[in-house]
């Protein structure tokens, strides 16, 4: 067996032992996460394997492929937290094996190596691949896109490159929607305007990419109007392009915030790959570094950032695309300070040190802050808040260690990053390596018992049971996938005739009047937050039947 295979096999059984373990260990979080796995629940359910479906409706938001992804594994590991997060964690392995591929064309074997650290050594690039989410699919799809777009002018097969290019695109489409598309034209725009020209593409190239992108679309889509007929498909797409305007132009679900959202979340959330990306050098380098991918890399981060910073809706996830141009840039820093006579600049260690120590901080007194919680509970207004905090979780003050060691690790790595670079940062990477696991593994659990862990037992105690099962005054998805829930057969659940906010007719909805105070065909129960509890206790049909941690529980009676 050849170096380069085998090398390629521990690489993906190191990503596996990463990625694929306990990924049910922690419910799905609402929305995204519970959002996407119930859909896949429902097409097991319904047995209709071209249209998405929420509470067996239409579901428009988003095009299906992650959703057949999830599908697919809930067949093999049955409907479940780990079927759901299964997809995400199998593409973490798929594009840590591909940074090393991609690394190995761009430059050689040793940058290679470090763009895989960068990656799985950065918190949100490592996180998402334990989660449930579209994300880390879409990003890898469009990154895919980008670097077969690279190779078409590297070689002698460019027609080959570019309809992969196209496919890979495609794929993204299918994935999240016409985002992909529009990505891309930007930064092909941006390209041509540095180089002044197309530079290693031809316009044969950009022909060829967008009639295979096409390709995926056409077979989802024909297929559906197939099915469905002209009539369906013309409206999923009127509404599925009004849903994406709306993203762009308001604040979806109170997810605002300030334009320079996205520039903190890459700042913090990459740490420390962020941190390298700033150590630019002027001096010219030793080894002959690809720069027409460095550039492709440069115009794939500043648009994607720009372009979701521009963005009302503002979610930690929806800048993630650049996670692979930030880690790369980052690793080409690296390289450059290992290799060649680049040196780190002291106020990057400072920079460094300081944040990495915040963090540290954080995670040593997160159990300190769980064991006198009374002292906390007087600062918050919410009474959400403070019953969720009142919630029996268990700490103890050897927890502390880990952030204590995070500390020590942060601080003895760094300080090793002058005397032996190469050896700094490796101890760096697996502090956070190491780090990331333990919070995902240990202490996730203990804030999603905060958090929501009480409604998704009270919806579990559902399961199986022929009842209606809902929320009040919050949305949410729990209640339909940890309940399990059948489709419902009476029409009285629905209604009609609503508008969005741009005037659109929305499509049918639950008719939640009706479930609280309607001539109901069998029991009905329902949750809501401790805050809204006095707009449903003068409802004469209901009955207060509990409450644990913020939620309080309803019967009709």
Excluded at 265 to 290: D, Q
Excluded at 413 to 433: A, D, W
Excluded at 532 to 546: A, N, R, V
Aim: aromatic share 18%; net charge positive; hydrophobic share 50%.
């Amino acid at each position: 067996m050849q170096t380069s295979t085998i090398r390629y096999i521990l690489i993906i059984i190191c990503a596996s032992l990463l990625f694929l373990p306990f990924l049910g260990q922690v419910h799905l979080f609402d929305w995204d996460e519970i959002n996407f796995a119930e859909c896949a629940r429902e097409m097991i359910v319904s047995k209709d394997y071209l249209r998405a479906q929420i509470d067996f409706m239409p579901f428009w938001e988003k095009p299906p492929l992650f959703i057949w992804m999830q599908v697919l594994a809930m067949k093999l590991f049955g409907v479940g937290a780990y079927a759901a997060r299964f997809p995400d964690a199998f593409i973490g392995v798929v594009t840590i094996t591909t940074l090393y591929y991609a690394g190995k064309r761009v430059l050689n074997e040793r940058l290679a190596w470090w763009w895989m650290l960068m990656y799985a050594a950065s918190w949100l690039p490592h996180f998402y691949f334990k989660s449930g989410i579209i994300d880390p699919v879409f990003n890898y799809f469009i990154f895919m896109a980008f670097f077969q777009v690279y190779l078409t002018g590297r070689g002698d097969r460019r027609t080959l490159h570019a309809a992969l290019a196209g496919l890979f695109l495609g794929l993204a489409v299918l994935t999240k929607g016409p985002v992909a598309i529009l990505v891309s034209i930007l930064a092909i725009a941006v390209y041509v305007v540095v180089n002044r020209g197309l530079y290693t593409l031809k316009i044969k190239d950009l022909v060829v990419i967008a009639l295979c992108t096409f390709i995926p679309i056409a077979l989802w889509f024909g297929t559906d109007v197939a099915v469905f007929g002209w009539t369906y498909g013309k409206w999923w797409v009127n509404e599925f392009i009004t849903y994406q305007v709306r993203l762009f132009r308001t604040e979806d679900a109170d997810h605002g915030g300030p334009f320079f959202y996205h520039f903190i979340v890459l700042f913090l959330g990459c740490f420390p790959a962020s941190m390298f990306l700033l150590n630019f050098s002027r001096k010219r380098t030793a080894y002959n570094e690809n720069k027409d991918f460095t550039r492709w890399m440069w115009i794939l981060f500043w648009v994607v950032l720009i372009l979701f910073s521009i963005v009302k809706t503002k979610i930690v996830h929806y800048s993630s695309l650049c996670y692979f141009p930030l880690t790369y840039l980052a690793a080409l820093q690296v390289y450059r300070m290992n290799y060649e006579q680049v040196q780190l600049k002291k106020w990057i260690k400072i920079i460094t040190l300081t944040i990495g120590t915040i963090l540290a901080v954080a995670i040593t007194l997160l159990p300190v802050v769980g064991l006198h919680k009374d002292l906390l509970i007087p600062l918050f207004d919410d009474p959400f808040a403070v019953a969720n905090l009142n919630a029996d979780v268990h700490w103890s003050y050897l927890e502390c260690f880990w952030g204590l060691l995070y500390l020590v690790g942060l601080w003895v790595s760094v300080s090793l990053i002058r005397k032996n670079f190469r050896r700094g940062i490796l101890i760096l990477c697996l502090v956070q390596i190491i780090t990331i696991q333990v919070t995902v593994l240990h202490f996730t659990p203990k804030i999603e018992a905060i958090s929501q862990r009480a409604a998704i037992e009270y919806f579990e105690s559902f399961e199986g049971k022929d009842v209606y099962v809902g929320v009040l005054g919050y949305k949410s998805y729990a209640h339909l996938f940890y309940s399990q829930k059948q489709p419902w057969s009476n029409p009285n659940y629905i209604t009609t005739g609503k508008k969005d906010q741009l005037g659109h007719a929305m499509p049918p909805i639950v008719n939640e009047n009706w479930l609280l105070r309607g001539n109901i065909d069998k029991p009905a129960y329902f949750i809501c937050k401790i805050q809204d509890q006095h707009k449903y206790d003068t409802i004469p049909q209901l009955q207060e039947t509990g409450n644990k941690n913020g939620f309080v529980f309803f019967k009709r009676k």
